[in-house]
C-alpha cells in the first residue's frame, strides 16, 4: 500500500464550481504537504505548499491539512477551463524524496 | 532564465538494452533528484544529487543508476531494460539546501524523458 492515496478521478465540473481535491496518507512523519499541477506533456509545477496542520490561501486556491486525521485537500474556487490538468499531492519528512500521490485529473468545462 | 532541461524527450528501446537520459539543471542549482512517473504507481522518487554526491536513493533496483558532474548536470542510467521500466522519467533542479525544498527553494521539475521498452 503507498503511503499516499489520492482519487485518481477523473472530475469534470462546469466553469465557476468550487473544486476539492483530496489525499490521505499513512507516516505521521511527514511534515510538508505539497500541490503540484501538471498539464499534459509537462513537468509537474508548484501550486502550494503547508507545513503541518492548518489552512493557507493563494488567491483562489486554499490548501488544508489535518495531521490528526492525515488528510489533505486542495480546494479551487470559481475554477477555469485553464485548470484542467493532473492535480499531484506530495509530502515529505525531510530532505528531496518526495511522496506523491499518483494524481486526480481535473476537466474543467466552459 | 533557463528552466530544466532533459535529452532526449522521446526514446524507445527494446529489452535487454540500456539507456542514458540527460539533465541540465537551472543554473546556480547544485541539486538534481529523478523521479519515474507511469500510470500504475504515479510518481516515484529514484535519487537524489547534490554537488556530485547521492544524498538520497529511492526503492529501485541496482539496474537504475546516475551521476552528477561538477557543472551540475546529472544523467541516470537504466541497464538490462524490462518492459515495465516505460515511464516518463523526470529530473527536478533545487538549490539543494539543508532540510528539503520546502521552505528553502521550490522543486523545477523538467518536461521529462519519456521512454518505452519494447
Known amino acids: 500500500q503507498k503511503e499516499v492515496e489520492q482519487d485518481p478521478g477523473p472530475l469534470s465540473v462546469p466553469e465557476g464550481a468550487i473544486v476539492s481535491l483530496n489525499c490521505t496518507y499513512s507516516?505521521?512523519?511527514?511534515?510538508?504537504f505539497m500541490w503540484y499541477r501538471q498539464y499534459s506533456r509537462k513537468g509537474p509545477e508548484l501550486l502550494m505548499y503547508?507545513?503541518?496542520?492548518g489552512n493557507k490561501e493563494d488567491g483562489r486556491f486554499t490548501a488544508q491539512v489535518d495531521k490528526s486525521s492525515k488528510y489533505i485537500s486542495l480546494f479551487i474556487r470559481d475554477s477555469q477551463p485553464s485548470d484542467s490538468a493532473t492535480y499531484l499531492c506530495?509530502?515529505?519528512?525531510?530532505?528531496?524524496?518526495?511522496?506523491f500521490g499518483k494524481g486526480t485529473s481535473l476537466l474543467v468545462t466552459p | 532564465k533557463a528552466g530544466v532541461t532533459q535529452t532526449p524527450r522521446y526514446l524507445i528501446k527494446t529489452r535487454g538494452q540500456q539507456v542514458t537520459l540527460s539533465c541540465s539543471p537551472i543554473?546556480?542549482?547544485?541539486?538534481v533528484s529523478w523521479y519515474q512517473q507511469t500510470p500504475g504507481q504515479g510518481l516515484q522518487f529514484l535519487f537524489e544529487?547534490?554537488?556530485?554526491?547521492?544524498?538520497n536513493k529511492g526503492n529501485f533496483p541496482g539496474r537504475f543508476s546516475g551521476r552528477q558532474f561538477s557543472n551540475s548536470r546529472s544523467e541516470m542510467n537504466v541497464s538490462t531494460l524490462e518492459l515495465g521500466d516505460s515511464a516518463l522519467y523526470l529530473c527536478?533542479?533545487?538549490?539543494?539546501?539543508?532540510?528539503?525544498?520546502?521552505?528553502?527553494?521550490?522543486?523545477?521539475f523538467g518536461e521529462g524523458s519519456r521512454l518505452t521498452v519494447l
Open positions: 527536478a533542479s533545487s538549490l539543494g539546501l539543508a532540510g528539503g525544498p520546502i521552505p528553502s527553494g521550490e522543486l523545477f
Open positions: 507516516n505521521s512523519a511527514f511534515q510538508y
Open positions: 544529487y547534490f554537488s556530485e554526491t547521492q544524498r
Open positions: 506530495a509530502m515529505i519528512v525531510s530532505g528531496y524524496a518526495l511522496n
Open positions: 543554473s546556480g542549482h547544485r541539486s
Open positions: 503547508t507545513y503541518s496542520s
